[in-house]
C-alpha cells in the first residue's frame, strides 16, 4: 500500500513537477539571453501574424531594435510618464496603484481597472499574447519579480520600448517614429514623444493626431517627475 501511494506521488511529480520546472527555466535562461541580446521575436508579434494568417489579411512587420542611447529622452520619458510613473521605484508591481484601483472599483461598483507595471506589460509582451485570461496573469506575475532581478530597469525600458505595439504591425520606437513621423527615435520631439506614448493602450485604434488631451496630460506628468 505505502509502495502504491510513493509510486502515485513520482506520477504526480513527473507530470506536474518536472514540466513546471522546465517551463520557469526555459524563461530564466530567455532573461538571461535578453540581458544582453535583443529578441527574435515576442509572444504578441507571433499572435498578430498568426492573427493575420487566419483572417488572410496582409500582415507587414515593422521593427528595428535600437539600444536605449538611440531613443529620444523624451519618448523615453513619455512612455514612464504615460504608462508607469513609479517605475524606478517599485519592484514589479505597483502595489499604490492596485490599491487605487481596488478603491476606485469599491466606489463604482465595477471591475477594478489595469494597474500594470512597465514590466508587467514587458513579461506579457514577451511571453504570451494580449488574451486576458487567470492563467496568463498568474503566470505574468510570477515571471515579473525574475524579470526585474535578472534584466535591471534599464534593460527592462530598453526592451519595452523596442517591443511594444505603435500601430498594425508596428514594434517598437524606431518603427512607430518613422511610420507615424517619419523621423527616427532619436529626435523625436517632446510633444510627439507624447502622443505616441498616449496610443500605447490601444495602438491599434488610437493615432498620435487625435491624442491632443492626453498627450497634454502625459507632458503634465512629465513635468511633475522633473522631465
Known amino acids: 500500500m505505502a509502495r502504491n501511494k510513493k509510486r502515485r506521488r513520482l506520477r504526480w511529480y513527473h507530470w506536474l513537477v518536472l514540466p513546471i520546472a ?15 541580446l535583443p529578441p527574435l521575436t515576442t509572444g504578441v508579434q507571433m499572435q498578430r501574424r498568426v492573427e493575420a494568417m487566419l483572417s488572410g489579411a496582409e500582415y507587414e512587420k ?23 510613473t513609479r517605475f524606478y521605484q517599485h519592484h514589479g508591481f505597483d502595489w499604490v496603484e492596485i490599491r487605487k484601483a481596488q478603491e476606485d472599483a469599491r466606489r463604482r461598483g465595477t471591475a477594478p481597472r489595469g494597474a500594470s507595471t512597465i514590466t508587467q ?14 492563467v496568463r ?9 525574475l524579470a526585474e532581478r535578472v534584466l535591471g530597469k534599464d534593460r527592462i525600458l530598453e526592451l519595452y520600448l523596442n517591443v511594444i505595439e505603435w500601430g498594425p504591425g508596428v514594434y517598437g520606437a524606431e518603427a512607430a517614429t ?13 510633444d510627439r514623444a507624447a502622443r505616441l506614448a498616449a496610443i500605447i493602450p490601444a495602438p491599434r485604434e488610437r493615432t498620435p493626431e487625435r491624442m491632443d488631451g492626453y498627450a497634454r496630460t502625459v507632458q503634465a506628468r512629465m513635468r511633475e517627475m522633473g522631465w
Open 121 to 134: 506589460q514587458l513579461v506579457k509582451n514577451l511571453y504570451f499574447t494580449t488574451h486576458r485570461s487567470v
Open 178 to 190: 518613422e511610420y507615424h513621423y517619419g523621423v527616427p527615435a532619436g529626435e523625436l520631439s517632446r
Open 137 to 145: 496573469k498568474g503566470l505574468e506575475a510570477t515571471i515579473t519579480p
Open 62 to 84: 515593422r521593427y528595428h531594435y535600437l539600444p536605449l542611447s538611440g531613443i529620444s529622452d523624451n519618448l523615453e520619458h513619455a512612455v514612464v510618464a504615460a504608462e508607469d
Open 22 to 36: 522546465g517551463f520557469y527555466t526555459l524563461v530564466l535562461l530567455s532573461l538571461i539571453y535578453l540581458r544582453y
